[in-house]
């Protein structure tokens, strides 16, 4: 299995992004009952958990990203997202998507909110 994100950049504070999580090398079905989350890490700090999606498409999220961070996927594309509302400077990090399945990563893609 791998994964690639994309979707990072700069963005003012009050704005919007949209990350995508591609995934190869895993079927549909599998991919759509596989437990898939977003992390985000900054320079200095531990990688923290930002949303979960599991079975059924359950969904969670970290308190600071609540109410204004989505996490959803399209088992067609196998590939998941996080679109991020009302961005503010303490979102800026790298966002990393990950899968249970081999616990597999991807890259990672830089989001940065700043005036």
């Known amino acids: 299995v791998q994964l690639v994100e994309s979707g990072g950049g700069l963005v003012l504070p009050g704005g919007s992004l949209r990350l995508s999580c591609a995934a190869s090398?895993?079927?549909?079905?599998?991919?759509?009952?596989?437990?898939m989350r977003w992390y985000r890490q900054t320079p200095g700090y531990e990688r923290e958990l930002v949303a979960q999606?599991?079975?059924?498409?359950?969904?969670s999220y970290a308190d600071s990203v609540k109410g204004r961070f989505t996490i959803s996927r399209d088992n067609a594309r196998q590939t998941m997202y996080l679109q991020m509302d009302s961005l503010k400077p303490e979102d800026t990090a790298v966002y990393y998507c990950?899968?249970?399945?081999?616990?597999?990563w991807g890259r990672g893609t830089q989001v940065t909110v700043s005036a």
């Open positions: 999606i599991e079975r059924f498409d359950i969904t």
């Open positions: 990950n899968i249970d399945v081999g616990d597999t």
């Open positions: 090398g895993i079927s549909g079905s599998f991919f759509g009952i596989a437990v």
